[in-house]
């Protein structure tokens, strides 16, 4: 089956640094990999939309300058959490799309991230 | 966007079939139901999705009704494994490929 990976799985950091976090989707590629986030206890809230070679689309009320993302090939996203505070604290999880358009999401395994 | 509505929870005695519901009676003729579900501090796994026939793969079935306005996922053994929040989501519209997430129901499968 398709495989996504993510990197780290879980980081600690100070508040004010930026920290990034890698989606690597390792048996196919994908023009289209999806960043989400989520609290405890809750479901998944869809963050932004990467597509490859183009700029990323992101939800309402998501900081595009605050969340970086990068979409460079086909098998690689990141996203970056620029100058990273406490509610920034949560499970980031992103998803790669095989098959195209009208194709499967496929879920990395998640990155827990600790601001202090 | 299809809403779906999901029971919160339901147990499951190990063993024994686990039957999800999901209404979506909002749903469009060109909306999959997909299936998914997440088991503790993991990302989601995908289970099965369907258009309106009945689907069937190694982990599980969906049968979805004739007017499309409701569907089952079908666990036919749950083990104590299958202990996860399995969410049913309407594919949106269009060529973004979204999935937006509901609250899901929680299976607890029981000894």
């Known amino acids: 089956g398709a495989v996504v990976s993510q990197h780290p799985s879980w980081v600690i950091c100070k508040s004010g640094t930026s920290v990034k976090i890698e989606c690597r989707s390792l048996d196919f590629q994908a023009t289209t990999m999806f960043w989400y986030r989520q609290f405890p206890k809750q479901s998944l809230m869809l963050m932004a939309t990467?597509?490859?070679?183009?700029?990323?689309?992101?939800e309402q009320g998501v900081e595009k300058d605050k969340f970086l993302i990068n979409h460079a090939s086909l098998t690689l996203s990141t996203l970056t959490v620029t100058s990273a505070h406490p509610e920034d604290s949560s499970f980031y999880i992103c998803?790669?799309?095989?098959?195209?358009?009208?194709?499967?999401?496929?879920f990395g395994p998640g990155t827990r991230l600790l601001v202090l | 966007d299809a809403k779906t509505t999901q029971p919160t929870s339901m147990d499951c005695a190990e063993g024994r079939a686990a039957n999800l519901p999901c209404n979506h009676s909002t749903i469009s003729g060109n909306e999959y139901v997909y299936w998914y579900r997440q088991i503790h501090s993991q990302g989601p796994q995908y289970i099965i999705h369907?258009?309106?026939n009945n689907e069937t793969n190694e982990m599980a079935s969906l049968i979805i009704t004739e007017d499309r306005k409701s569907s089952t996922l079908i666990l036919p053994h749950a083990t104590l494994r299958d202990t996860a929040v399995y969410y049913c989501i309407v594919r949106v519209a269009g060529n973004t490929g979204k999935l937006i997430f509901g609250q899901g129901t929680t299976l607890q499968v029981k000894p």
């Open positions: 990467s597509n490859e070679g183009s700029k990323a689309t992101y």
């Open positions: 369907g258009l309106k």
């Open positions: 998803s790669a799309l095989s098959g195209g358009a009208h194709g499967t999401q496929y």
